[in-house]
């Protein structure tokens, strides 16, 4: 199984402010890799998948990058209504895995 | 529009038997892997199982191998979860989830229903 690592676990930002958050694999998932955002009491949002690929809808201030095994989530600008759950996805191998999760909130 | 509407979640004793569904529209159901999602309360997201697009093909997490049967009718625009000797640890909002490629199995998920909860409790 391949186990996905997101650090940090929470991260305190201000509006504005630009995020960066990592997910480590523990091994190669090529650019199998997919970011979602989610807020309380609602699903996961799917935010970027093939590690870069923005998904439809998606504002230009979400980016990814990374292949192999580390991967980055940057929030260029944040807005307030991005202050959230982030979790990475890997869909390289059966079982697809989460990792634990990074929280952004507001310093 | 996509929309996936689940049912079927609620409260079951240990070692019962639950089954959910997932009504789909929106999009062509028989052109995408479906698959199931689901959280305990206040812990991470959790994969459960994929079907492929036709059904042919199904995958499952380790936990549920052997207790969980996942399912699809491409002519009813329906996915299902039977869920066989629950466990307290099976306790979770369980999300329905669309495969973003087409007639990808291997996929991420580019749409979900809104979550059903399944409490399993004496």
């Known amino acids: 199984e391949i186990v996905l690592t997101q650090s940090p676990a929470t991260l305190s930002l201000s509006p504005g402010e630009r995020a960066t958050l990592s997910c480590r694999a523990s091994?190669?998932?090529?650019?199998?890799l997919a970011w979602y955002q989610q807020k309380p009491g609602q699903a996961p949002r799917l935010l970027i998948y093939?590690?870069?690929n923005r998904a439809t809808g998606i504002p230009v201030r979400f980016s990814g990058s990374g292949s192999g095994t580390d991967f980055t989530l940057t929030i260029s600008s944040l807005e307030p209504e991005d202050f959230a759950l982030y979790y990475c996805?890997?869909?390289?191998?059966?079982?697809?895995?989460f990792g634990g999760g990074t929280k952004v909130e507001i310093k | 529009e996509v929309q996936l509407l689940e049912s079927g979640g609620g409260l079951v004793q240990p070692g019962g038997s639950l089954r959910l569904s997932c009504a789909a529209s929106?999009?062509?159901?028989?052109?995408?892997?479906m698959s199931w999602v689901r959280q305990a309360p206040g812990k991470g997201l959790e994969w459960v199982s994929t079907?492929?697009?036709?059904?042919?093909?199904?995958f499952y997490t380790d936990s549920v191998k052997g207790r969980f049967t996942i399912c699809r009718d491409n002519s009813k625009n329906t996915l299902y979860l039977q869920m066989d000797s629950l466990r307290a640890e099976d306790t979770a909002i369980f999300y329905c989830?669309?495969?973003?490629?087409?007639?990808?199995?291997?996929?991420?998920?580019?749409?979900w229903g809104q979550g059903i909860l399944v409490s399993v409790s004496s």
């Open positions: 989830a669309k495969g973003r490629g087409l007639r990808d199995s291997n996929s991420d998920m580019d749409s």
């Open positions: 929106g999009f062509i159901f028989s052109d995408y892997a």
């Open positions: 079907v492929s697009h036709s059904g042919g093909s199904t």
């Open positions: 091994q190669s998932v090529s650019s199998y």
């Open positions: 093939d590690a870069s």
């Open positions: 996805q890997q869909r390289s191998n059966w079982p697809l895995t």
